[in-house]
C-alpha cells in the first residue's frame, strides 16, 4: 500500500543484480539439462557394450571348454598290419575298444556299431593313426588315449541339447544318451579347457576346428601390412608436413588422403584384387595380399595422425635447434620427431587394430577359403580372424554358434589388447616441457 | 685475432660487425620493415625498442635469416657480418646460425638432459673431438651462462625440470656453446620474474666483453640497463639510433621523445 504512495510513475525498473539472478536459474537449468542428457548418452552407450559383451560371452564361454572322452585301444595287428602304415582299420579300433566300455550293446550290427563310432569324433582315427605311425612298436599293445566327442554328444553334456524335448526333435537320441550316461559314469567323459580352440586349424567338424589358421593369417596380414603402411606413412606425413612447399598442389594431396581414409573398406578390396590379384598375379587367399590391402587402409590413417602429432610439436623447439645451426632434416629427425613419436605410434596401433578387425577386403581377395592348416609363409593360402569368424557364422553345425561366439571374444580380446599397448606407449614416450 | 687487436677493439668500440643498407621485409602483402639502415658495433650490446607490431623481432631474424623458415617472408636489402653478405647465394643458413646465435622469448631447452642441451650444438657441428674436449665445452659453456654452479651437480637431469630463469640461463649458455660472434636475444626475459631478469641481464653485461649482443626487448628500463647503443623502432621505420645515453635522455625524434615518456606504445 505504501509502494503506491511513494513510487514514481511506472513500474519500478530492476537492478542488474536481480537481473542477474533471475538469468542464473535459467542458465542453472541449462546446465543440468546437458548434463543429464550427457549422463544418459554415456549410461546408453555402456548398456549397449553390456549387452554386447554379455551376450558373446553367454554364447561364447561354452567354446572354451571341449567334452573329451578317455578310452583305452587295443591296437590289433589283423587290423592295422605294420606293413599297410599308415593306412589301416584304426576307426574300427576305436569301435572295438566303444563296444567294450558299452556292455550290451550288439556290435555286430552294423546300423549301431556306426552310431556308436559317432560319438568320437572324427578325428580320433586320425589321432590314433599318427601316434601308430610314429611309433609302430605300439602295434599289438593297448593306447591309453583322450579324444574330442563328436558335436551331437559335446552339445549333450553342455546342457545345449535338452533331454526333456521329444525325440523326434533331438540330434542325440534314447539310446545314445544312455550311452554316453553310461560313458560318464564310468568316469571317461572329461570336459576340459578347449586347447584346440587355439592349436587346430579350421574343420568341418566344430570339435576339431579352431583359430591357428585364422590367428597366423591375421598375424602375416597385419606384419605386412606394418613394415608396408609404417615407414611409407610417416615419410609421407614427414614430407608433406615439413618439406612439402604450401600450394595448391600440397592441398589437393592433402584433400586426396583425407578422402582416401573415408574410402569403404571393400572399395580396397576390388582395387587389391584388379590390381594385386589381377595384375600382379600374386597368389589369392594370401595374407600378403591381404597386408597389402589393409596398408593402403591404414596409410591414411597413420598418415593423419604423424601429421596432427608432428603440427603438435611446439614451434619453440623447431626455432631453439634452428638457432644452433641445425639443418632442416636433423630438426626433424633429432627433435620434432622424437616428440611426436607417441602420437604417431598411438595412431599407428590404431589404425592397425583397425585393420585387423577389417573384413569386406579380405573376402574379396579370397581369404574366406575353407583352408585346414596354418600358413607358414604370408605367401600360403590362409584365413584372418574377421573372415574365420565370417565362415564359422555362416556354418550350418550347432557347435559353430558358441565358437563364432568365442572367436569374437578373441579378436576382441586382441583388439583391446593393442589399445592398451597404445595408450602404454603414449605414457611412457610422452614428455612434458 | 691476437688478444692485442682484441684489447685495442674492446677501448675504441668503433668496430662495426653488421651493416644492414636497404633493408625490407615482407610479410605477403604486409610490409613489416621499410627500409631500415644500421650498423651495429662490435662488442656492445644494442638494443632494439618500440611498440609490439613495430618490427624490431622481425628485424633481429633478419641478421640470422631466421625469417628463411617463413613461407610468405621476404627480404630484401643487405646484410653483412664482417663484409659478408649474408643473404648471398654461397652463404649456408646453418653456418651463418651457428656464427650467430639466437636466444627466444619464451626458453625452449630441448626436453634432453641439461648435459645434452648444451652438447647438441657442439655435436652437431663437429666442435669437439672427444668426449673430454665436449665436456669441456659443456662446464664452459654453463660457466658463461652463469648457471654452472646451480646445476653441476644434475647434468644427466631434463633441462625441462628448471625453473624459468634457470631455463633461459640454460638457452644462453646453448646458444653460446658453438661459439659464436654474434648473439641476438629476442625479448629473453618477457617469461621472467624480476630476480631472474636481473641475472639474466647481469649475464648479457658479462658477455658483451666477447659478443655482439643484440636485444630485442618491451622495457625501456632494460635497454637502459643493459645496453650502449638503442635504436628505436616504430611501424616498421627504424626512428633513431643512438648512444643509448642520448636516446633516453635527448631524443632527436619527437617519435622517440613520445615513446620513452609513455605517449606512444
Request: aromatic share 8%.
Amino acid at each position: 500500500m505504501t509502494d503506491i504512495t511513494n513510487a514514481p510513475a511506472g513500474p519500478r525498473k530492476a537492478t542488474s543484480t536481480e537481473l542477474v539472478a533471475a538469468s542464473l536459474k535459467r542458465r542453472r537449468r541449462k546446465q543440468m539439462r546437458l548434463q543429464w542428457i550427457g549422463l544418459g548418452a554415456i549410461s546408453i552407450a555402456f548398456l549397449m557394450l553390456f549387452i554386447l559383451v554379455a551376450s558373446l560371452v553367454s554364447t561364447g564361454w561354452q567354446a572354451f571348454t571341449q567334452t573329451h572322452l578317455t578310452l583305452e585301444v587295443y591296437v590289433d595287428p589283423e587290423e592295422i598290419p605294420e606293413e599297410r602304415l599308415p593306412r589301416g582299420g584304426f576307426d574300427d579300433a576305436l569301435a572295438a575298444s566303444l563296444g567294450q566300455m558299452l556292455p550290451g550293446v550288439d556290435m555286430s550290427d552294423r546300423a549301431t556299431a556306426r552310431a556308436v563310432e559317432g560319438i568320437l569324433s572324427n578325428g580320433a582315427q586320425f589321432e590314433l593313426r599318427d601316434r601308430v605311425v610314429s611309433d609302430p612298436s605300439l602295434i599289438g599293445q593297448s593306447v591309453t588315449m583322450t579324444v574330442p566327442v563328436s558335436d551331437p554328444y559335446d552339445q549333450l553334456n553342455k546342457g545345449l541339447i535338452e533331454r526333456a524335448t521329444p525325440e523326434v526333435n533331438r540330434r542325440v537320441k534314447d539310446n545314445e544318451i544312455a550311452w554316453f550316461d553310461t560313458l560318464a559314469e564310468n568316469g571317461a567323459i572329461s570336459k576340459p579347457f578347449n586347447f584346440g580352440l587355439f592349436a587346430n586349424a579350421d574343420s568341418r567338424f566344430p570339435e576339431l576346428a579352431g583359430l591357428k589358421g585364422a590367428l597366423v593369417g591375421s598375424f602375416w596380414a597385419l606384419l605386412t601390412c606394418f613394415v608396408i603402411s609404417f615407414p611409407l606413412g610417416i615419410g609421407a606425413a614427414i614430407y608433406l608436413e615439413e618439406f612439402a612447399p604450401k600450394n595448391k598442389l600440397s592441398d589437393f594431396i592433402e584433400v586426396n588422403i583425407n578422402n582416401l581414409a573415408a574410402v569403404p573398406s571393400v572399395v580396397f578390396g576390388l582395387l587389391a584384387l584388379a590390381v594385386f590379384i589381377g595384375w600382379f598375379g600374386l597368389p589369392r587367399s594370401a595374407p600378403f595380399v591381404g597386408g597389402l590391402t589393409l596398408a593402403l587402409m591404414t596409410m591414411p590413417t597413420i598418415i593423419i595422425a604423424t601429421r596432427a602429432a608432428l603440427k603438435a610439436v611446439p614451434p619453440s623447439i623447431r626455432e631453439a635447434a634452428l638457432g644452433l645451426g641445425a639443418s632442416k632434416q636433423q630438426v626433424v629427425f633429432q627433435h620434432v620427431l622424437p616428440l611426436a613419436m607417441p602420437g604417431i605410434l598411438t595412431g599407428t596401433i590404431i589404425g592397425l587394430a583397425q585393420a585387423l578387425g577389417e573384413t569386406a577386403p579380405l573376402l574379396l581377395i579370397g581369404m574366406n577359403a575353407f583352408i585346414t592348416s596354418a600358413a607358414s609363409s604370408p605367401f600360403d593360402s590362409s584365413t584372418a580372424l574377421p573372415t574365420q569368424i565370417f565362415i564359422w557364422a555362416d556354418s550350418p553345425e550347432r557347435g559353430f554358434v558358441s565358437r563364432t561366439s568365442a572367436a569374437i571374444l578373441v579378436l576382441l580380446g586382441f583388439l583391446v589388447m593393442m589399445n592398451a599397448v597404445a595408450i602404454y606407449l603414449r605414457q611412457k614416450f610422452e614428455r612434458k616441457w | 685475432m691476437n688478444d692485442m687487436r682484441k684489447i685495442e677493439r674492446d677501448a675504441n668500440m668503433t668496430d662495426t660487425k653488421i651493416t644492414a643498407r636497404g633493408v625490407n621485409v615482407y610479410y605477403g602483402d604486409t610490409h613489416a620493415i621499410k627500409d631500415v639502415n644500421i650498423e651495429i658495433t662490435d662488442k656492445t650490446v644494442t638494443a632494439f625498442i618500440g611498440p609490439s607490431g613495430c618490427g624490431k623481432s622481425t628485424f633481429l631474424r633478419c641478421l640470422n635469416r631466421m625469417n628463411d623458415t617463413i613461407d610468405i617472408c621476404r627480404v630484401t636489402g643487405e646484410i653483412r657480418i664482417d663484409d659478408q653478405d649474408i643473404n648471398h647465394k654461397s652463404v649456408d643458413p646453418v653456418q651463418l646460425r651457428a656464427q650467430v646465435g639466437m636466444v627466444f622469448q619464451k626458453p625452449n631447452p630441448f626436453p634432453k638432459s641439461i648435459y645434452d642441451n648444451i652438447a647438441y650444438g657442439p655435436r652437431i657441428h663437429g666442435l669437439a673431438k672427444s668426449k673430454v674436449e665436449l665436456d669441456e665445452i659443456v662446464e664452459k659453456s654453463l660457466r658463461r651462462g652463469a648457471i654452472w654452479d646451480e646445476v653441476k651437480d644434475r647434468l644427466d637431469e631434463p633441462g625441462t625440470g628448471l625453473s624459468g630463469g634457470q631455463q633461459q640461463r640454460l638457452c644462453i649458455a646453448r646458444a653460446i656453446a658453438t661459439e659464436p660472434e654474434v648473439l641476438l636475444m629476442d625479448e629473453p626475459c618477457s617469461a621472467l620474474d624480476p630476480i631472474a631478469t636481473a641475472q639474466v641481464e647481469e649475464l648479457i653485461d658479462e658477455l658483451h666483453r666477447d659478443y655482439s649482443v643484440v636485444i630485442v626487448t618491451h622495457s625501456m628500463q632494460q635497454a637502459a640497463r643493459v645496453s650502449q647503443k638503442t635504436a628505436f623502432f616504430h611501424l616498421g621505420n627504424l626512428v633513431e639510433f643512438n648512444d643509448t645515453s642520448e636516446i633516453f635522455t635527448n631524443p632527436t625524434d619527437t617519435r622517440t621523445e613520445s615513446y620513452i615518456t609513455g605517449r606512444i606504445g
